[in-house]
């Protein structure tokens, strides 16, 4: 499923649309028909009739069955859920973005992350209609409840809007960990968005790579949801790859003096 998510957009339809009118888009469609008879009418229409439609009872009936395949494994009826509601998760990159200083493939990572585990939460025995208006409003709500401080915490309203502090590493590693911390800054500025992003990116890859703290200790810690960390790590260890091909970067030692700080 991986082949329909690229970095600059939500889903590429233009994969999805082949996919969907190809011969194998066109068996499986037979068999969702079989299974669900809801889809019997989309399993006949071209990707350009199934893209984005009209809401109606019967509209509501295929998008549950498809919420329901998606849910015993089928990824290409997740991914056509992500298709036909791309316009509404356009706006919650955007949302998402604005709101959190986070680079665009930052922003859509998160979003699109969020909304297949909502898909894949979703109950269709508690809300059987208005499936597309209930996906997009869980999805927010997910994603509010992500970076939602723990009652009785006071958090800044920019986690990472703080002033920098100078790593202190001590002993003989030192060395390494400032060229690391360096290193992730630097990659982390190249990938675009603000100063306190690529900052939050930086201190994410340090606390997991070089910290070796696990990723739900990482979230907790910077305010970011599971999927934001996993989405910064993802695109900073592919920039770090093509900085360096041949996979060499400065690294400390595992593991890290307990005196080091974040980068910065």
Do not use: K
Request: aromatic residues 6%; hydrophobic residues 40%.
């Amino acid at each position: 499923m991986g082949n329909y998510f690229p970095a600059d957009r939500l889903v590429a339809t233009d994969r999805w649309a082949d996919w969907w009118d190809s011969p194998q888009g066109r068996v499986r469609r037979h068999r969702w028909a079989i299974i669900e008879p809801a889809l019997v009418t989309w399993s006949t229409e071209t990707a350009d009739r199934v893209t984005s439609p009209r809401w109606s009872p019967a509209t509501d009936a295929a998008q549950g069955a498809l919420i329901a395949l998606a849910q015993s494994g089928d990824g290409e009826a997740a991914v056509t859920l992500l298709v036909q509601l791309r316009p509404g998760l356009g706006r919650l990159v955007r949302t998402v973005a604005g709101a959190e200083g986070l680079a665009g493939w930052d922003a859509i990572e998160e979003v699109r992350a969020t909304f297949l585990e909502t898909v894949a939460r979703h109950r269709l025995d508690r809300r059987p209609s208005r499936i597309a208006a209930n996906l997009l409003l869980d999805t927010r709500q997910r994603l509010a409840r992500a970076r939602r401080p723990p009652v009785g915490t006071a958090q800044p309203a920019q986690p990472w809007a703080r002033p920098a502090t100078a790593m202190t590493a001590a002993g003989p590693h030192a060395r390494s960990v400032r060229l690391a911390a360096d290193r992730l800054l630097n990659a982390a500025m190249g990938l675009g968005g603000t100063p306190e992003s690529a900052r939050a990116t930086a201190e994410v890859a340090y606390r997991c790579w070089l910290l070796d703290q696990p990723r739900t200790v990482v979230a907790d810690a910077t305010g970011l949801s599971a999927q934001g960390v996993t989405g910064r790590l993802h695109r900073l260890r592919r920039t770090l790859r093509l900085d360096a091909p041949d996979g060499a970067w400065p690294q400390a030692p595992h593991p890290v003096p307990a005196g080091s700080s974040s980068p910065g």
